[in-house]
Nanobody, 125 residues
């Protein structure tokens, strides 16, 4: 069983930056591909934001965040990060990290087996 705990969400102004962290309890963190999803206040589903392969060599982003967000990981610290720059009110959401055993996961929530509890990011205009 893998437990994920996100942190770093807060209120930020438009144009600001935030870094989210997700710490995993996995015995061998490097066995797991990781991803970030988000759920907007009016959204019914969690949408894909970014993914990173188990060893960190490969990343993938949703078009809406490409060039503004960066996903990274530190396997020695069992932690995955999401650096978010140039934030806009449209980025307001609960952000979730997710994990699946394997080299890299997909863009669907169904591809991931473990989820954190989420961290709220609010961007004021």
């Amino acid at each position: 069983q893998v437990q994920l705990v996100e942190s770093g969400g807060t209120l930020v102004q438009t144009g600001g930056s935030l870094r989210l962290s997700c710490v995993a309890s996995a015995p061998t963190f490097s066995d797991y591909a990781m991803a970030w999803f988000r759920q907007a206040p009016s959204g019914k589903v969690r949408t894909f934001v970014a993914a990173i392969s188990a060893m960190g060599a490969h990343t993938r982003y949703a078009d809406s965040v490409k060039g503004r967000f960066t996903v990274s990981r530190d396997n020695a610290k069992n932690t995955v990060y999401l650096q978010m720059n140039s934030l806009s009110p449209e980025d307001t959401a609960v952000y979730y990290c997710a994990a699946t055993k394997g080299v890299i996961g997909g863009n669907s929530g169904w591809d991931y087996d473990y989820w954190g509890q989420g961290t709220q990011v609010t961007v004021s205009s």
